[in-house]
Every structure is written in structure tokens, then in C-alpha cells.
């Protein structure tokens, strides 16, 4: 589930959603609902995406992504690319 495998797909891993919310997500900083529907907007409502994850997979990918030092988060819960200097 965390990385692509034979039977999981790379925009079904953790690891191949993150790369699709870091597209997103640039070097904005922003909070997680207007993330999940720049999201939507982007791989879901165009159907870029066979299987494209639920809310609850983007949360736990959003998780994967802190854990693993990709994203970090400001006092006031706004999220943003841990290696891009972001306005935060």
C-alpha cells in the first residue's frame, strides 16, 4: 500500500498519491480541505486517475507525507511542501 508493488498500482501507493498532492500543493501553503479539492479538481473530476483514492486514503497519505518529511504544518494547521521555502 505505502509503495507500488505487482498488485498496486504507482497512483495507488502512498508514495505515488504524495507526488500527486506535491503537484498540487507546490509551494503554497494552504489547509487540508482546499488541498483535497485543488485535488479533486486536478486527477479526480478529469478522471487522470484509474483508481483514484477516497478522502480517507488522501488523509493517510497526507500522514505517510509528514512522517516521511515531505509536508510539515504551521501553528495554525496550514500545510506546506517541507522542501520548498514556503510563506508559512
Do not use: C, R
Amino acid at each position: 500500500m505505502i509503495l507500488p508493488d505487482k498488485y498496486i498500482s504507482n497512483s495507488e501507493s502512498l508514495l505515488g498519491i504524495s507526488s500527486f498532492v506535491l503537484s498540487v500543493l507546490k509551494a503554497k501553503t494552504l489547509p487540508i480541505e482546499t488541498i483535497w479539492k485543488d485535488f479533486q479538481k486536478k486527477y479526480i473530476h478529469t478522471m487522470k486517475l484509474k483508481n483514484p483514492p477516497t478522502y480517507q486514503k488522501f488523509i493517510l497519505t497526507i500522514n505517510f507525507m509528514y512522517i516521511a518529511g515531505m509536508v510539515n504544518y504551521s501553528e495554525n494547521g496550514m500545510i506546506f511542501n517541507e522542501n520548498i521555502k514556503a510563506h508559512h
